[in-house]
């Protein structure tokens, strides 16, 4: 049951330059999407998120995109850091379904200094 | 700041044998979580819990399984006789309210490894 996908198991980017992590998810009851970024021995850790009703969400270095129609988000990074190596979940929840988060598999992104 | 905290950060147990699973959500929550990863996985949700009872558990929570909120502050999980496959990273999470987006806090989580 794979609501929730993240095709690139890893990614490799320059230190400065933009990294862009890609999500999928087929569930159209899903209306909440949420970033979370994990290092080792660490829980999830909550980066960023964006509701349904909008396209777009920034915070800082970080910025959430939404494609509705092509049930597709993707987080950006700019510029990437050293500090950002780590895997990155997507997660969805859905207003009716006791907003529990269903998870994509994640991305391991490793910047290169 | 406030965090979700979780104890042991390992637990190694026998097959067969019951293991419990500590969590202090962040004290002004209301709603509260377990997932699990087993290794190499994605993070699945295993149940919530709100108001002294189960609001919602997926289909690996089975009657094996038990949840707690014992007094004001913890939150466990019980297996009561664990199995090889029950070997995964268990994440307690919460969430403030109802009103609140969605997004919930995840502590540290405990390895459980089932021998």
């Known amino acids: 049951d794979q609501q929730v996908k993240q095709n690139s198991p890893s990614l490799s980017v320059q230190e400065g330059r933009i990294s862009i992590l890609n999500c999928d998810y087929t569930?159209?009851?899903?209306?909440?999407f949420l970033w979370y970024k994990k290092y080792p021995a660490e829980g999830p850790t909550f980066l960023i998120s964006?509701?349904?009703?909008?396209d777009k969400n920034e915070d800082g270095r970080f910025t959430v995109f939404l494609n509705k129609s092509a049930k597709h988000l993707s987080l950006h990074i700019v510029p990437s850091q050293p500090g950002d190596s780590a895997v990155y979940f997507c997660?969805?929840?859905?207003?009716?379904?006791?907003?529990?988060?269903?998870f994509g598999t994640g991305t391991r992104l490793t910047i290169i200094p | 700041e406030p965090e979700v905290t979780q104890t042991p950060s390992h637990q190694v147990t026998q097959m067969g044998q019951e293991v419990i699973l500590r969590c202090v959500p962040i004290?002004?929550?209301?709603?509260f979580y377990w997932y699990r990863q087993i290794l190499g996985q994605k993070v699945e949700f295993l149940v919530s819990?709100?108001?002294?009872?189960?609001?919602?558990k997926s289909e690996i929570f089975d009657d094996q399984f038990s949840v707690e909120r014992p007094d004001g502050s913890n939150f466990t999980l019980k297996i009561r006789s664990t199995k090889l496959e029950d070997s995964a990273m268990y994440f307690c999470?919460?969430?403030?309210?109802?009103?609140?987006?969605?997004?919930?806090?995840f502590g540290a989580g405990t390895r459980l490894s089932v021998l």
């Open positions: 999470a919460s969430r403030p309210n109802r009103s609140a987006k969605n997004i919930q806090y």
């Open positions: 004290s002004n929550h209301l709603y």
């Open positions: 997660a969805a929840s859905a207003q009716f379904g006791n907003e529990k988060l269903t």
């Open positions: 964006i509701s349904s009703i909008k």
């Open positions: 569930n159209s009851m899903f209306d909440y």
């Open positions: 819990f709100y108001n002294n009872e189960i609001s919602e």
